[in-house]
Nanobody, 127 residues
């Protein structure tokens, strides 16, 4: 079984930056596409970004394009989400997830196609 743990969340002012990390253990995470989701209070969980295995293909939600960058380090069994120019509507709990296959799904939905999830890390953007 693949275990995932996120870190790097916190509080930041609008326009600031944060880098989230997702560390994997157990099964080899480098065999699977990896994604970031987020869930704001009172809202459904939504897909933010996905990276294929190997990390040739990436996908982003329209709301974060040009501001967020996903990457993976196969040597560290880790996936990262660099977030820049953060806005208050980016406030959410961010989750890392491992897909069952190497390629990202056409739609980043929190479906059963994602085999493992981390517990999440809180990101708060406010002044």
């Amino acid at each position: 079984q693949l275990q995932l743990v996120e870190s790097g969340g916190g509080w930041v002012q609008p326009g600031g930056s944060l880098r989230l990390s997702c560390k994997a253990s157990g099964l080899n995470p480098n065999l699977y596409a990896m994604a970031w989701f987020r869930q704001a209070p009172g809202k459904e969980r939504e897909g933010v970004s996905c990276i294929s295995s190997p990390g040739v293909y990436t996908d982003y939600a329209d709301s974060v394009k040009g501001r967020f960058t996903i990457s993976r380090d196969t040597a560290e069994d880790a996936v990262y989400l660099q977030m820049s120019n953060l806005r208050p509507d980016d406030t959410a709990v961010y989750y890392c997830a491992a897909h069952k296959y190497r390629l990202c799904p056409e739609e980043m939905q929190p479906s059963s196609a994602f085999q493992s999830w981390g517990p999440g890390t809180q990101v708060t953007v406010s002044s």
